[in-house]
Structure formats: C-alpha cells, structure tokens
C-alpha cells in the first residue's frame, strides 16, 4: 500500500427520491475521483430524504436488502474508476430488523466490508430508534487496496470509545457519514455552539488518537413533515489531520467535494511525538464498560 493517498468526503442536499440521488451521487462521485480522490464518503442514508424526522411505517419501503440497487451501482463504478467508496445506505435485514449502515467497496467492486451504526439516538426529529435496530457488527478497520478505513456514522461521532476502539485495531483514518442539522428555531441563540461542540469532538478524536478524520454531512432545509420547521442540515463537512488540523471545510450551505492527503508517514510522525496510545493505564480502565460508577 502506499504511504500517501488522497480521500474525499461529499456534501450533498439530498432531499429528493431514491432514484434521483442515485444518479446524482454516482455522478459526484466520479467527479471525486476525476479530481484525484481514492477514496470517497457519500453522506449518512445518502439516498432519501432524512426520514427519522417522523415515525412513520410507511418510510420502512425505502429500505432495501443488501447487495442490491445500491450496492450494484457503486460496485461498478469502484471497479470502473479504481476507488474505493464508502456508500451510508438503510438496511432491511429481514421483516422488522433494519440497520443504518455503510458498505465499504474496494477497488474492484467488491464488499471490502460492511458496518452498522452502533449508537442510535431519538431526539426531536432525529427518531432513529424507531427504524434501526443498533449494529452488531462491532468497531473495525476495514483493508482496502488504499488503506485501512474506519467508517463509524453519525451519533457515533460523539462517542470516544467508538473512535479508540476503531483506531486501536489499525485505522488509519475514520469517515462519519452524518446528517445532522439544526431546528431552524435554534440557529439564532444555539447554532454556533451545536456546530463548534460536533465538529470539535471530532477534532478531539482525531488529536486523542493520532488519526485522519473525515466527516461528510448534509444541506438544505428537509421540511417535509406537516406542522413542523423541518431540519436545517448544517453542511460544514471536513477533513482533520491527526493533530485536528483542518485540511478542507465545506460551507453551511452548498453542495462540494473536499479532499485532502493521508499522510502514513506523517501519522506515525504524530503518535512517535505523542505516544498518547503508550501510556493508556489499560489496567485501571475496567470501569469503563460500566453504564454508571455509582
């Protein structure tokens, strides 16, 4: 594998039909890796709306089974172009079982491996636990004829564990697939503070494990509920080095294609000068798997 590789993450308003964003992600894709990217993120469910606004039965029937529609169409444009893609998409397991999930697809289209979103949250429009049963999977880096690739998603991007663990077993950069926004009724008095504390966390994870990290979220106003303000998806996707150093940021509001240099030599550079996983006291830290310390 090489010591250096280029990786990208897209920025899309999706707020359309499945077959629509199809065509539309395939089409950035390959705008991606014509400007020189090897490997590219698409968003969190880039193929619909963002659904969990609502607890409807009726949004179960844009899930699909897998190595279907989805997985037919990036596998082939892998293969096609020589990159590896990372597509976030909902996942019918069988009859009552549905997973927020991401295939990874190497470079000649096939499965390099599949992750399942392990924390799902139900906030205020972010209704997750109504549709996802949480991944059973685990934490993985995944090889790929480019590099080991850490894909978690969305709310488990708040989550240091998930970021450690992933990390300790050889990632050499995590992706978060995210679609995350503000409620419009929000942004005067709190957007500032929301953003900063996401993008901040993931900066932390980045810092805390001498790791890439690349977050790929959503725009535009998705308000397709009736009597409500709907979700206003923040944008402001970005690629971190491993000293949280931003290496491309994305507006709050228009659709673009970051990319940015993973560096393996420099990594090793960062974690020789802070040997931060060195001096982890793995014997003190049992508690941790406890929910509380009471």
């Known amino acids: 594998m090489k010591r250096k590789y280029k990786v990208s993450v897209i920025q899309l308003n999706l707020n359309d039909i499945p077959e629509n964003n199809l065509k539309k992600c395939l089409s950035w894709v390959r705008e991606a890796a014509k400007q020189g990217a090897e490997v590219i993120s698409l968003p969190e469910l880039y193929s619909s709306h963002y659904f969990c606004q609502s607890e409807d039965v009726d949004n179960f029937t844009l899930a699909e089974p897998l190595y279907s529609t989805s997985f037919t169409a990036f596998s082939a444009l892998a293969k096609e172009l020589g990159v590896v893609i990372i ?32 924390h799902i949250p139900d906030d205020p429009h972010f209704y997750e636990k109504f549709y ?67 993008m901040n966390v993931m900066k932390g994870h980045a810092v805390a494990n001498g790791i890439y990290v690349a977050a790929a979220n959503r725009i535009g106003l998705e308000k397709y509920v009736p009597d409500t303000n709907g979700i206003i998806f923040w944008g402001g996707s970005f690629i971190a080095g491993p000293q949280g150093e931003i290496l491309a940021q994305a507006s709050h509001d228009k659709e673009e294609i970051l990319i940015a240099e993973v560096d393996l030599d420099l990594q090793e ?23 509380a310390i009471d």
């Open 87 to 118: 597509v976030p998409f909902f996942e019918k397991r069988m009859p009552g079982i549905y997973h927020n999930s991401a295939y990874i697809i190497d470079t000649d289209g096939s499965e390099a491996g599949l992750y399942r979103k392990m």
């Open 132 to 198: 996802f049963t949480p991944g059973d999977l685990g934490f993985k880096s995944i090889n790929t004829s480019k590099g080991k690739i850490g894909t978690l998603i969305c709310w488990d991007q708040w989550y240091p564990e998930a970021a450690r663990l992933t990390a300790l077993k050889g990632a050499e950069i995590l992706f978060y697939p995210t679609a995350i926004g503000w409620a419009p009724h929000e942004v005067e008095e709190e957007g500032e503070k929301q953003y900063g504390a996401w």
């Open 269 to 291: 550079n960062v974690r020789q000068n802070w040997p931060f996983f060195r001096d982890r006291r793995i014997d003190a830290f049992g508690e941790i798997t406890k929910r």
